[in-house]
């Protein structure tokens, strides 16, 4: 059973950083690329960040790029997502998930299958 938990989301004020971080279990996590996405309640899923099997590709939406950075640790099946500067309009429920999507000239196509139950981010002074 393919098993995805987030943790380190919490209430921080803006400029602020946090470090979310997924677990992943039920599947050999180094064969996929993954992603991480948020939704604010009301309004669809927003793609945040995408990152390939061995990192060495990393892909960001342009209301985060420079501010937030994605990576994994394939030995410890984790995914990671270190948010720092961050804004009121960052505040989300935050999901890692399993992505079969692509890449080309136009960025990273994403398409999940799998998401896990959530983190909450709350930026606020």
């Known amino acids: 059973e393919v098993q995805l938990v987030e943790s380190g989301g919490g209430m921080v004020q803006p400029g602020g950083s946090l470090r979310l971080s997924c677990a992943a279990s039920?599947?050999?996590?180094?064969?996929?690329?993954m992603s991480w996405v948020r939704q604010i309640p009301g309004k669809g899923p927003e793609w945040v960040s995408a990152?390939?099997?061995?990192?060495?590709?990393?892909y960001y939406s342009d209301s985060v790029n420079g501010r937030f950075t994605i990576s994994r640790d394939n030995a410890k099946n984790t995914l990671y997502l270190q948010m720092n500067n961050l804004k009121v309009e960052d505040t989300a429920l935050y999901y890692c998930?399993?992505?079969?999507?692509?890449?080309?000239?136009?960025?990273?196509?994403?398409?999940?299958?799998?998401w896990g139950q959530g983190t909450q981010v709350t930026v606020s002074s």
């Open positions: 998930a399993r992505d079969q999507g692509y890449s080309d000239y136009e960025g990273w196509h994403p398409l999940y299958d799998y």
């Open positions: 039920g599947f050999t996590f180094a064969l996929y690329d």
């Open positions: 990152i390939n099997v061995d990192g060495a590709s990393l």
